[in-house]
């Protein structure tokens, strides 16, 4: 599997944005494979942030960010999407996509491919 991400930039705090992965080498509509996204912060360590399943349209999200992004697919461009909404400061932060075959774990030791990350920075 190979992962691509995109779609970081600068944002005002408050606005919105969508990050995107590019994904080849699993079928998204028949595999039981996650698309994962994390983010990384400025000194601090990388976090889970949400998780969607594409065969089934199944959403996870950790509880900080519920209510402030959705993670969609569209499967038939092999692409998963991370919208968040009322960004804040604290968004700031490398955001990477990630693929897992055991589930929706966020769990970094069932990661088995990584996109290159794409930074998002939110200025007040």
């Known amino acids: 599997v190979q992962l691509q991400a995109s779609g970081g930039g600068l944002v005002q705090a408050g606005g919105s944005l969508t990050l995107s992965c590019l994904a080849s080498?699993?079928?998204?509509?028949?595999?039981?494979?996650?698309i994962l996204w994390f983010r990384q912060a400025p000194g601090k360590e990388r976090e889970g942030v949400g998780c969607i399943s594409p065969s089934d349209g199944s959403t996870y999200y950790v509880s900080p960010m519920k209510g402030r992004i959705t993670i969609s697919s569209d499967n038939a461009k092999n692409m998963v999407h991370l919208r968040i909404d009322k960004l804040k400061s604290e968004d700031t932060a490398v955001y990477y996509c990630?693929?897992?075959?055991?589930?929706?774990?966020?769990?970094?030791?069932?990661?088995?491919?990584w996109g290159q990350g794409t930074l998002v920075t939110v200025s007040s």
């Open positions: 080498g699993f079928n998204f509509d028949v595999d039981d494979y996650a």
């Open positions: 990630a693929g897992e075959r055991v589930g929706c774990t966020l769990n970094e030791y069932h990661v088995d491919a």
